[in-house]
């Protein structure tokens, strides 16, 4: 049974009036930058409740979602095993500023699927994740310098808030205004696929596993057992973002795929159940230097919130390997409906497969493996399939550069409607 939630009555029903009213409030009208629409033009359209595959707006509308809050909901929305946990946490008090068993368990769950995790530490985003493991790497190595790659995404951290060159490695470039120069002087950017050549300055090299947020990139292979190999010769760490990719690719994530044991692994999305969490792990000697056991700072007021690990305890229980398999089969066959639906109206376009990842391509181009061949996407087109896909109530993400995210609730029949709204909204696009 779906609860509305508790709007004022006179609340007006119009997404242009509201996302008016929040421009009145808050900036661009959003809280995430991305969902302001800039990069495909228009309005966006405000959710006022949404369930299995589907987001309902404001104005009564259904749209087939495959945002699903960027991964963060894989089971779909208000999935009764998340929604069920939530109430009976919420019913116990909301946060307490003291361990709990909750935390323990989702830990423990953590460490249990992803065997590099010997300690974990739960936070509350997937940005405060990174910062703090650039805190972390740093301390405990004793060295500055961290090593990112061109067209990966670690979230609003400053350190990693890099600006990248094309092909050469660029140093200490912001990536956006107020990063001073300072925050960046010892991030080096590197190209995606190609294993730098590191020195013993270097404290750790950042890598999304499976990049997510170029479209959906594929580690070349070798690419990851290179890196490992680099870091292991001079003595920086490997750490895995695996924001997206923990427990979406597969139970033990991107590292349990493709067989590389990372020293720290970064966790958020999925780990929450669609609540806001992030969270370290890795090795025991590493993650013991974090406070009160050792000289690297970390706190958090709601650092390992009740609810938060409840919906993510949730969630990680009903991922079981048969919902992998699910799952892994539903990508598929989304990509295989949506490339065919283009392929139809003559719309170039790609739709890559990583497991359960599917990625965005537009263009006649080869399946990008960097991020200056993902560049070459073409932005307009995308945009121009956006709106006719939001059109036929289909909801992608209002970005060219992101993934396509399906989940438990996105059934056969959902997948055939999408294809179905998919080749109206090729031709529409294309004669755009
Ligand atoms: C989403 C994301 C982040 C940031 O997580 P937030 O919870 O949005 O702060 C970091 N890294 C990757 C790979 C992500 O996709």
Known sequence: MTQLPPLPLDLPRSNAEL????????????????????????????????????????????????????????????????????????????????????????????????PSCERVRLMNSGTEATSTAVRLARGFTGRDRIVIFHGNFHGATDALLAAGGSGVATLGLPGTAGVPASAVASTMVVPYNVVPQLDDQVAAVFVEPVAANMGVVAPAPGFLEGLRAECDRVGALLVFDEVITGFRLGTGGAQGQYGVRPDLTTFGKVIGGG???????????????LSPLGKVFHAGTLAGNPLATAAGRAALGELTPEAYELLRGRAAQLSAVLTAACASAGLPASFPVVGTLVGMFFGPGAVPTNFDEAKTTDERLYAAFFHAMLAEGVALAPGAYEALFVGLGHTDDVIDAIGAAATRAAAVAMRG
């Open 19 to 114: 996302f008016a009213r929040s421009c009145e409030v808050i900036p661009g009208g959003v809280n995430s930058s991305i969902r302001a629409f800039k990069a495909v033009g228009g309005t966006p359209y405000l959710v006022e409740r949404a369930e299995g595959p589907y987001v309902f707006d404001v104005e009564g509308t259904r749209y087939i979602d495959l945002v699903q809050s960027y991964g963060a909901v894989i089971l779909g929305h208000a999935h009764p095993a998340v929604t069920s946990a939530l109430a009976a946490a919420a019913a116990n008090g909301t946060s307490y500023g003291a361990p709990t068993p909750g935390e323990l368990l989702l830990a423990e769950a953590i460490s249990a699927r992803v």
């Open 275 to 289: 609540l806001p969490i992030g969270a370290v792990g890795g090795r025991r000697d590493i993650m013991e230097t």
